[in-house]
Nanobody, 122 residues
Framework: QVQLVESGGGLVQAGGSLRLSCAAS????????MGWFRQAPGKEREFVAV????????YYADSVKGRFTISRDNAKNTVYLQMNSLKPEDTAVYYC???????????????WGQGTLVTVSS
């Protein structure tokens, strides 16, 4: 079982940046592709970004491509999401999860953590 703890959210003005972190317990963290997802108020949870187990392959939702960067440090069991040029529509609770593969990136494997709230003011 892997437990996930997200952090790094906060209030930022449009155009600003934030870096989210996701700390994962469990010795098999480095075996999994990892994804970031978000849920805005009143909306379904949606995919944001995914990274392969080695870090060599990444994929992004069109809405964040060119602005967000996903990375990981397997030695620290942590995956990151660097968010630049933030927009009010990026406001959401952000979650991470292990996923089946980069291709099957919405096939999440573990219970969701508490997430971290990102609020972007205009």
């Amino acid at each position: 079982q892997v437990q996930l703890v997200e952090s790094g959210g906060g209030l930022v003005q449009a155009g600003g940046s934030l870096r989210l972190s996701c700390a994962a317990s469990g010795r098999t963290f480095s075996s999994y592709a990892m994804g970031w997802f978000r849920q805005a108020p009143g909306k379904e949870r949606e995919f944001v970004a995914v990274i392969s187990w080695s870090g060599g392959t990444t994929y992004y939702a069109d809405s964040v491509k060119g602005r967000f960067t996903i990375s990981r440090d397997n030695a620290k069991n942590t995956v990151y999401l660097q968010m630049n040029s933030l927009k009010p529509e990026d406001t959401a609770v952000y979650y991470c999860n292990a996923v089946a593969t980069v291709t099957f990136r919405t096939n999440t494997l573990y219970p969701w953590g508490q997430g971290t709230l990102v609020t972007v003011s205009s």
